[in-house]
């Protein structure tokens, strides 16, 4: 048996820039993903939106197929094909029988590099985005969290709503969407990454096959860091019957060395898991709140550490003022060698548990290789927590965790 830890990855590189990442299984499900450097920070102001639309638009036909025909080619013989954008990345991904990757990667050539954007289907799916933009408005655990990031970057590109408002949705066009397109994408900022039953040398032929042939237009990335972050409060009106609250502020960039220690850290005190710290000593123990989590989003040049809550409004405060007690907590003591050494193990098997999805994997893959030409083994991550010690945990949540640093947006 082949452990996960001992696994390898294959990689190569096309002549005009794109990397190719595989990992062999032997499984008859395979898993393939594209992934792009590009995202809703590297939006212009009016342009907010554009990246989540395109990504929406790649599916509504090419100079050979329409929508319809685009859809049925991978979910008409069994596989699912779905696609995302986040701040900094969008990808297109596909889970499939093993015998299809030529298939796969022929379609994702054909969207990603001859989408006509029709005017039709373009008005068609500004509805359905617009749709999905007032879904969102109407669930304040999500759009809190945006509107957070907005709070704390402002007018960077950080701060962006990633799906955008109807007013600038309405305003895309084809040529806008060819613009961005021709402005952002390029060659060496695609990753192509798979994890399947081919051998490596075949499957780098049919990238090759379908993916060599574009032409290198290699560009430097430019993006604006956030500076001069002040924290702010703010308060909004919602007529719902919960309160909501987040409070944070930025943190590590993902090449930060300090990443993995937060990451701990982070699980620590509001991670999956129901025996986090916040779910605890605030749920638990006062039944303050049903929901609790933090979070800690590292981008490529700055991070995002949050605490959420939803709780009756008339225990938001005291939830507030419990939430900052337990950051003020891992500030002032050592963690005891027990505890750290519980929280460890405890990250280790949710990572191992996660690697189980190879979904999962396949898209962590490329963005492994788009940040650090490089993908670590569970292994190297499992030896990065296991030497973290308590000083480590105190020295970083003294960086992070200052009591007149935090911003806090409240719903009520």
């Not at 452990?3 to 005009?16: A, D, G, I, P, V």
């Not at 590292?298 to 950051?327: H, R, W």
Request: glycine share 6%.
């Amino acid at each position: 048996m082949v452990l996960e830890s001992e696994l390898t990855y294959s990689q190569h590189k096309l002549s005009n820039g794109i990397r190719l990442v595989h990992r062999l299984t032997y499984s008859q499900v395979a898993h393939c993903a594209v992934t792009i450097n590009v995202g809703s920070r590297d939006e212009e102001k009016d342009e907010e939106g554009i990246a989540h639309f395109i990504e929406h638009c790649l599916f509504k036909g090419t100079n050979k197929r329409k929508s319809f025909q685009i859809l049925n080619r991978i979910d008409g013989v069994g596989g699912e094909l779905n696609a995302f954008t986040t701040k900094e990345e969008t990808c297109i991904y596909a889970t499939f029988l093993n015998n299809y990757h030529d298939r796969v990667l022929e379609l994702f050539s054909d969207i990603l590099f001859s989408s006509t954007f029709p005017k039709k289907e373009l008005e068609k799916e500004k509805i359905a985005v617009i749709d999905e933009i007032n879904s969102y408005e109407d669930n304040p655990s999500e759009l809190i969290l945006d509107e957070f990031d907005n709070l704390v970057f402002g007018k960077n590109g950080l701060g962006h709503y990633t799906l955008g408002t109807p007013k600038q949705v309405k305003g895309f066009t084809t040529e806008k969407l060819n613009q961005f397109i021709e402005k952002t994408y390029s060659t060496d900022s695609i990753v192509i990454s798979t994890i399947g039953d081919i051998d490596f040398d075949k499957w780098v032929k049919l990238c090759e096959k379908y993916f060599g042939g574009i032409k290198t237009n290699a560009k430097p990335i430019h993006r604006n860091s956030p500076k001069n972050y002040k924290p702010k409060e703010k308060v909004k009106k919602r007529n719902t019957y919960q309160s909501h609250v987040v409070i944070g502020n930025p943190a590590f960039s993902y090449k930060n060395k300090n990443k993995i220690t937060l990451s701990l850290l982070n699980n620590i005190i509001g991670g999956p898991a129901m025996n986090s710290r916040l779910n605890m000593k605030i749920r638990e123990k006062y039944g303050f709140t049903y929901s609790i989590e933090s979070n800690y989003t590292a981008f490529s040049d700055t991070g995002l550490f949050v605490v959420y809550a939803a709780s009756d409004s008339k225990y938001i405060d005291k939830t507030i003022g419990l939430i900052k007690n337990e950051l003020d907590f891992f500030s002032n003591k050592e963690m005891t060698p027990s505890s750290l050494k519980v929280a460890k193990q405890q990250l280790i098997g949710q990572l191992a548990i996660q690697y189980e999805s190879n979904q999962n994997e396949v898209i962590s893959m490329g963005k492994s290789i788009l940040n650090f030409d490089r993908i670590d083994s569970l292994k190297t991550t499992n030896q990065e927590i296991e030497k973290i010690t308590s000083k480590q945990i105190l020295e970083v949540a003294q960086l992070i965790f200052q009591k007149d640093n935090y911003s806090q947006l409240k719903y009520i």
